[in-house]
């Protein structure tokens, strides 16, 4: 059974930063694309950023330029690195992931992490 694991999250104030990871475990497993979602209440989760496993990237447009997704493909760990974080930015932070097993695959989900951010 693979699990991801996301960790990272806090409060901080406005126009500050916050790194987000999210660790995936398990027995002999692959994983693909990788994404950010966010949720907050009442509200459906959305897509914040994805990278696939050559590295290449895509963004939600209200986090172009202050938020970069990476990849540790040998720890098999994803990061968000969020800058010049606002308000609007708050929220439960979840991670997904494409994973490949022997005889199975599908999207496995993280439990997500809080992020406020206030003064």
């Known amino acids: 059974q693979v699990q991801l694991a996301e960790s990272g999250g806090g409060l901080v104030q406005p126009g500050g930063s916050l790194r987000l990871s999210c660790e995936a475990s398990?027995?002999?497993?692959?994983?693909?694309?990788m994404r950010w979602y966010r949720q907050t209440p009442g509200n459906e989760r959305e897509f914040v950023a994805g990278i696939t496993t050559s590295g290449d990237t895509n963004y939600a447009d209200s986090v172009k330029g202050r938020f970069t997704i990476t990849r540790d493909r040998i720890m098999n760990t994803l990061y968000l690195q969020m800058n010049s974080l606002r308000p609007e930015d708050t929220a439960v932070y979840y991670c997904?992931?494409?994973?490949?097993?022997?005889?199975?695959?599908?999207?496995?989900w993280g439990q997500g992490t809080q992020v406020t951010v206030s003064s």
């Open positions: 997904n992931a494409l994973i490949q097993t022997e005889g199975w695959t599908g999207l496995v």
């Open positions: 398990g027995n002999s497993f692959r994983a693909g694309v």
